[in-house]
């Protein structure tokens, strides 16, 4: 366990660049004193913002990079753009080299994807990242993947997703068998697209000791915490994400006008102000910000594009878990037990073929 812990920061990422991600790495340095920043992006910009964070700027350094990929750029024109000299691949290759621990991006998700595969790489067995979040429900958290990373996906993409979920959950919850649903568009085993029901076939054949497959979960089992884990592709998975973001403002929007409406419901709201403000924190988007991309030789956390301040350093709270708890070692040293688990899944799929 390092003493420090490095974090590599895309400054330019996001809607709003420096003037987000500076305030927000103070805030996480409020609450984590043993990190130091290396971050990276147009210079003028990042001192600027520095001069207002006197404690930040004594742990951080700043590398200038000239490009800065833009939100709407696709992936492979960002590759092309700002391969090498962009400061989203810099915050990467700084992981690559040992220089970070982990990089944070509220950046591009397609061409974080494509800059963090192509530069560290993938665990054997694992085709393509995803983007893993902790998801408040009902009954406490839960792990739901994929939700951005990439659209689409096999059986076996799927299946390979319920074992790097489980393994995250295990460590995150420390549960020794956490349950795994497949989000589906009802419980009923005809029900769905082919690769989902393929994927539960998979699932089942393998009868892994270090999961426990449940079946399909539907969307609103997702906030009942129908599972430990919920495995979904990336495109169905960001939808949801969205979505639930959505509904948490249209409630808290909804809580608001229905106090102010009235001198009764202003009072009501004093005497219950506690509780409102811990509804408040429990439905608010930002405090589930940054997803974990699982699969890679190296750990990178994606931010939402359009947090503020307290979001992205809710982003930099998640990248340094994931390093001071080694979770990382750990969630591939879960992946290669009892027999290798990822290199059974093209045996299963002949199995059930």
Request: glycine share 10%; aromatic share 6%.
């Amino acid at each position: 366990m390092p003493q420090k812990v490095r974090i590599a920061l895309d400054a330019m990422g996001g809607d709003f660049g420096a003037s987000v991600v500076v305030p927000g790495a103070a805030l996480a340095l409020m609450r984590h004193t043993d990190v130091e920043f290396l971050l990276f992006g147009n210079s003028a910009l990042i001192d600027e913002q520095l001069e207002s964070h006197p404690a930040l700027k004594a742990v951080s350094k700043v590398f200038h990079a000239e490009i800065a990929i833009s939100m709407d750029e696709k992936p492979s024109q960002a590759l092309r753009r700002g391969r090498k000299s962009s400061s989203m691949w810099l915050a990467i290759d700084a992981v690559k080299k040992g220089e970070a621990d982990v990089a944070v991006s509220a950046g591009n998700t397609g061409a974080l994807m494509a800059m963090s595969r192509l530069n560290l790489h993938m665990m054997p067995g694992i085709d393509r990242p995803a983007i893993a979040a902790v998801w408040p429900t009902v009954r406490g958290e839960s792990v739901v993947l994929d939700v951005g990373a990439s659209i689409g996906g096999d059986a076996r993409h799927l299946a390979s997703l319920a074992i790097m979920g489980s393994a995250m959950a295990r460590v995150l919850f420390d549960l020794e068998r956490p349950t795994v649903g497949l989000l589906n568009i009802g419980v009923e085993e005809v029900k769905g697209v082919e690769a989902v029901r393929g994927a539960a076939e998979l699932l089942r054949a393998m009868n892994l000791p270090q999961l426990d497959f449940i079946g399909f979960v539907e969307g609103d089992g997702i906030g009942k915490g129908a599972a430990d884990v919920i495995v979904t592709e990336g495109f169905s998975g960001n939808i949801a994400l969205k979505t639930a973001e959505g509904t948490a403002r249209q409630i808290a929007e909804y809580l608001r006008t229905a106090m102010s409406r009235t001198w009764r419901s202003k009072l009501g709201y004093i005497f219950a102000r506690g509780a409102f403000n811990a509804l408040r924190d429990k439905m608010d988007p930002r405090k589930v910000n940054g997803g974990v991309f699982l699969g890679l030789n190296g750990v990178v956390i994606k931010s939402h594009g359009g947090t503020d301040a307290e979001g992205f350093a809710s982003a930099v709270d998640v990248g340094y878990d994931m390093v001071r708890y080694d979770l990382l070692p750990k969630i591939n040293q879960t992946l290669n037990r009892d027999g290798h688990a990822l290199s059974i899944v093209p045996n299963a799929q002949e199995a059930v073929s």
